[in-house]
């Protein structure tokens, strides 16, 4: 597609379990990033990849956070032993090298029961 | 720490009509990008308008402009003559990491147009 493609739109999970969010960028597009977006906040930032390289990885917020994008293209956060504060839209979004602007997906809307 | 602040959490203006929202924002780096997003009920985040703050000149697209004073860290949105389309969150952001353009947000104004 043109856009960023994010799955599942909604997920809803217990609490402890496992969960996977996928990203599927814009092809061409070198530099991915991640971030959580609680409601009625601003998306905050969690990490950043550089074709495959995870150049910044400050924003996640403990260590059952991961991420990674073997192949510089797709990407995938995983989220271990979830917690409810772990709920909210996890936000991925695409750019060219550089300053330029980054084109986001629709979200992952991430319930945890 | 680098900051964005949007001290209007909620904005509602007739249709046709011109409103501004307002954005500050904390750096001391001397060159970074200033942006304004748009977030619809879909969620998808929507790049509005840029502005690189090296330049002088205000940004404009269209029904969009900024007014940009770098010296206050503003960095105001103003939409003419609004329509119900551009009922939405608006969200100022802002990056100074060249190398790793990772955005820091606003906590948003959410904006609702009149019919």
């Known amino acids: 597609g043109a856009g960023v493609s994010q799955s599942p739109r909604y997920k809803v999970a217990k609490r402890g379990q496992d969960v996977a969010l996928r990203c599927d960028p814009i092809?061409?597009?070198?530099?991915l990033f991640w971030y959580q977006q609680a409601l009625g906040q601003g998306p905050e930032f969690l990490t950043y990849f550089q074709n495959e390289a995870q150049l910044d990885k400050s924003g996640l917020p403990s260590d059952r956070f991961f991420a990674e994008r073997p192949e510089g293209s797709v990407s995938t956060l995983k989220i271990q032993r979830t917690q409810q504060e772990d709920s909210a839209v996890y936000l991925c979004?695409?750019?060219?090298?550089?300053?330029?602007?980054?084109?986001f997906g629709d979200g992952t809307r991430l319930s945890i029961l | 720490a680098q900051t964005v602040t949007q001290s209007q959490p909620e904005m509602s203006v007739q249709e046709a009509e011109t409103v501004t929202l307002s954005c500050t924002y904390d750096?001391?780096?001397?060159?970074?990008?200033l942006f304004w997003y748009k977030q619809p009920p879909s969620r998808q985040m929507i790049l509005v308008i840029r502005q690189e703050a090296y330049k002088q000149q205000n940004a404009t697209e269209n029904r969009f402009s900024v007014n940009f004073q770098k010296a206050a860290k503003s960095f105001s949105l103003k939409i003419s003559d609004s329509q119900l389309g551009d009922t939405a969150m608006y969200f100022c952001?802002?990056?100074?990491?060249?190398?790793?353009?990772?955005?820091?947000f606003g906590t948003g104004t959410r904006l609702t147009i009149i019919p």
């Open positions: 979004a695409s750019s060219l090298q550089g300053p330029q602007p980054q084109h």
């Open positions: 750096t001391s780096e001397s060159n970074y990008y």
């Open positions: 092809s061409g597009h070198v530099s």
């Open positions: 952001a802002f990056t100074t990491n060249f190398g790793n353009e990772k955005l820091t």
